[in-house]
């Protein structure tokens, strides 16, 4: 009797079914974040549209871009993004190395130590003490440092590494190649599907972090664009609660328009730039998981 390969209608109807909710439930909210950005101040008085701008404006987008340091503020969140992800991945991707390598003295000891301080942490007052010792607050190099090992990352990393076969190692060692030469001419080109996974995750989380910038580099000169935002809307709070209403007619900017031109801002880079990771994005995370 012959096999019928052909795809169940009703069950590739229901795939799609769930697939187009999933999708919707998913897109929609950002959707509507976008709408109310750029409805008029005022009209948000009436209440919030849902599926188009009952008058289109810019003017919540103008309260932000109007502020004097927002290109200094982006200058230092690009810079803290480009150069913390760099960092990361180079400092998450040697510690890894060394933890999987099996004839490295004292790597029981290690893994548990690294394993320990991934889950308790040093609290906030210690580390004040510590980044104060080393002259790190106030400083732009308090957003790059404390990133140059996460252990999350780097036992993601290890993971990889493990899988790798050792019979490319072994070869490279024979043909005359230390150490350091095997790390940067073998592993790191097999590595790079979760180099570049480790560097989304680390290239996101350094854009969208504000409280670092808050509690350790509090100075206007050091402001990036998230602690900016951030001020800009506890200032729009703050008028409104003044004024006893939603809307400054002062400012002519509504507090929740603010709030959500500011998410957009703060969203529309790591969009642009997700679809070009997304192959090592997946790939490198589902593999470093599942080996090890």
């Known amino acids: 009797m012959a096999v019928n390969d052909r795809p169940n209608p009703i069950a590739q109807m229901l795939r799609y079914t769930i697939v187009a909710i999933l999708t919707f439930i998913f897109v929609f909210p950002f959707y509507v974040v976008v709408v109310i950005a750029f409805n008029d101040p005022i009209d948000l008085m009436n209440g919030y549209p849902l599926f188009w701008p009952n008058i289109f404006s810019t003017a919540n987008f103008n309260t932000i871009f109007h502020s004097a340091v927002l290109p200094r503020a982006a200058f230092l969140s690009v810079s803290r993004t480009v150069l913390g992800t760099i960092v990361s991945v180079v400092g ?58 996460n252990v999350y990352y780097m036992l993601i990393i290890k993971s990889y590494y493990v899988g790798l076969p050792k ?30 996974a480790i560097a989304v995750y680390s290239a996101v989380g350094q854009w969208n972090s504000w409280w670092d910038n808050y509690i350790w ?47 957009v801002i703060v969203t529309f880079p790591i969009l642009i730039a997700y679809p070009f990771f997304q192959k090592y994005f997946i790939s490198g995370i589902t593999i470093g998981a599942v080996k090890g």
């Open 92 to 149: 998450c991707g040697m510690t890894a190395y060394c933890l999987s390598r099996e004839d490295l003295p004292g790597k029981k000891f290690f893994n548990n130590f690294f394993l320990f301080v991934m889950f308790f942490g040093g609290g906030l007052i210690p580390t004040y003490i510590m980044l104060n010792k080393y002259g790190l607050i106030n400083n732009f190099l308090v957003f790059i440092l404390p990133a140059f090992v």
């Open 167 to 196: 019979s490319v190692e072994e070869a490279a060692i024979i043909d005359g190649c230390g150490e350091i030469s095997v790390f940067f001419r073998i592993v790191i080109p097999m590595a790079v599907p979760v180099l570049a």
């Open 217 to 263: 580099a509090n100075k206007q000169s050091l402001c990036t664009l998230q602690l900016l935002l951030v001020r800009l809307i506890k200032e729009a709070d703050t008028t409104t609660l003044m004024s006893g209403s939603a809307f400054s007619s002062t400012t002519q900017t509504s507090p929740f328009g603010v709030r959500m031109a500011a998410t």
